[in-house]
């Protein structure tokens, strides 16, 4: 029961937002700035950061970009000592923006989709935690309708809904054997949908300083009809039987307080802090339509804390055409000792970052940024699998976009 409890806990659609793979794709400008974006309205990508700086930006636009993301984990197990690699394929994360209003009006309107949250990760066959996790895909896309309002030339506030929808597709071995030797497996996959809100007010009491607070709300995620099927001996069929669940989790509010300040007319620099209210996670329930002996209801304790994000970044404007940017950014996992698992081989991250900005006519606009994020090295032991070592996570991200300016 204790390994079924454990293929069962990771199925959770938790995991399309841990902050382990919690990168800040949602802009290439701002993702080369560290992530900084709440206390600028750069682009139209203020649909995200802050919906109150969209009332602010100059000119309508449309955007569409794209992030190539490389996961790289190595686990060194603590009992035999052996190193174990992840071989897991690029993940394609997406934005799109759109911004819009009549120029002699003080609304503006913007639409947002992007895939704030997502990873796929692979472990070589035969490592030691492959009765937790032998490969993992999952993906999220919210949708972002929005609203903003610019009450004077200082201050704007703006409003968003959020639709989320992801999905998750997770295999693990089990301790099992079947009559040629290989291990039993299962297989979980699952949808997931949820509702939120984005809040935004920028303010910029002096020419050259700007100031900006964002809200996003708790989404609670609800998987209705998610499926998990056991490749198992026939003799164990009735005891795993494969079926649907149903499972409901808090997503986290974040709350942002951000600065950007022009230095010259040619530097300007950014700076936010991130409070993430992880601490609404505390259990893992599940409910299946088929109970057995073997498979019950099962409610696991996670107990995730808050946590934290600090980000600066600096643009330089290098002439008309051309921009340069640079950032760094500390976060803070919420993951407790105890709770590490191999789909989120969470630690604190310290990242650096940088990107180009090309401005080859007045209407388009070309940026391209590159993240390094780099997980500290994390020793835990699973209070639930007893899968004991040490992970060391890196992550490039190369990422570009297109965007079209028009009255």
């Not at 996959?189 to 939120?196: I, L, N, Q, V």
Request: charged share 15%.
């Amino acid at each position: 029961m204790k390994h079924l409890m454990s293929i069962i806990c990771i199925v959770s659609p938790v995991l399309l937002f841990a902050q382990g793979f919690q990168v800040n794709l949602q802009g290439q400008k701002q993702q080369a700035m560290g992530g900084a974006g709440a206390g600028t309205n750069l682009d139209a990508a203020a649909v995200f950061f802050n919906p109150g700086g969209v009332a602010h930006l100059e000119q309508n636009s449309v955007s569409a970009g794209v992030s190539l993301t490389a996961e790289s984990t190595t686990f060194q197990d603590n009992n035999s000592q052996q190193q174990y690699h992840t071989k897991s394929p690029i993940s394609t994360p997406f934005t799109g923006y759109g911004v819009w209003g009549p120029a002699e009006s003080k609304f503006k309107f913007g639409m947002g989709i992007y895939t704030p949250f997502g990873s796929t990760i692979k472990y070589e066959d035969g490592w030691s935690g492959r009765f937790a996790l032998t490969q993992m895909k999952l993906m999220s896309v919210f949708f972002q309708p929005t609203v903003s309002y610019k009450i004077s030339d200082k201050l704007g506030v703006g409003a968003g809904f959020v639709y989320g929808y992801g999905n998750i597709d997770l295999s693990k071995d089990l301790p099992i054997s079947n009559s040629n030797g290989d291990y039993a497996s299962a297989n979980l996959k699952g949808t997931a949908g949820g509702m939120g809100y984005n809040l935004g007010i920028l303010y910029k009491p002096i020419e050259k300083l700007s100031i900006g607070l964002s809200y996003r709300s708790q989404v609670n995620m609800k998987v209705n009809k998610g499926t998990a099927t056991f490749n198992v001996p026939p003799s164990l069929a009735s005891s795993f039987p494969s079926g649907n669940f149903s499972s409901s989790l808090p997503l986290p509010q974040v709350i942002t307080l951000g600065f950007g300040y022009s230095v010259s007319e040619r530097l300007l620099l950014a700076f936010d802090v991130n409070y993430i209210g992880w601490s609404s996670y505390k259990t893992l329930s599940f409910d299946y339509e088929q109970n057995t002996s073997s498979l019950k209801d099962t409610e696991s304790p996670r107990n995730y804390k808050d946590s934290y994000a600090l980000r600066l970044g600096a643009q330089y404007k290098v002439s008309d055409k051309f921009m340069a940017r640079l950032g760094t950014n500390y976060e803070k996992s919420p993951i407790k000792n105890g709770y590490v698992t191999p789909e989120v081989p969470d630690a604190d991250r310290l990242n650096f970052t940088g990107g180009i900005g090309y401005k080859p006519c007045d209407k388009l606009v070309i940026d391209a940024s590159f993240s390094y994020i780099n997980f500290m090295k994390r020793t835990d032991t699973n209070t639930e699998t007893n899968l004991s070592g040490t992970y060391k996570t890196r992550i490039l991200v190369p990422g570009i976009s297109l965007t079209y300016n028009f009255n």
